[in-house]
């Protein structure tokens, strides 16, 4: 069963860090392109990053392009998302997803930004 299980959001002051992780099961990080997509209160969800399933390129979002770092551990079958200099903009609910499994989302996890 392909199940993606999103992690590590929270309340975090302007300025600050998080690292999301989004375990995947039922198949391999290694094998398929990986996205990471945001929801923010009455936006529309949006692609922040992504990585490509051949050469592993990642590709970001302008609005988060030198904050965001996206990465993935094949052992662990787990992509990551690190955030720094977070903005109060970047308040959202962040969900992974494939596009090889394109109707499966986690539970998405949420962070905000907030002095």
């Known amino acids: 069963q392909v199940q993606l299980v999103e992690s590590g959001g929270g309340l975090v002051q302007p300025g600050g860090s998080l690292r999301l992780s989004c375990a995947a099961s039922?198949?391999?990080?290694?094998?398929?392109?990986m996205n990471w997509y945001r929801q923010g209160p009455g936006k529309e969800r949006e692609l922040v990053a992504g990585?490509?399933?051949?050469?592993?390129?990642?590709n970001y979002a302008d609005s988060v392009k030198g904050r965001f770092t996206m990465s993935r551990d094949l052992v662990k079958n787990t992509v990551y998302l690190q955030m720094n200099s977070l903005k109060p903009e970047d308040t959202a609910v962040y969900y992974c997803?494939?596009?090889?499994?394109?109707?499966?989302w986690g539970q998405g996890t949420q962070v905000t930004v907030s002095s």
């Open positions: 997803n494939t596009p090889r499994f394109v109707s499966v």
């Open positions: 039922g198949f391999a990080v290694s094998n398929y392109a």
């Open positions: 990585i490509t399933r051949v050469g592993g390129s990642i």
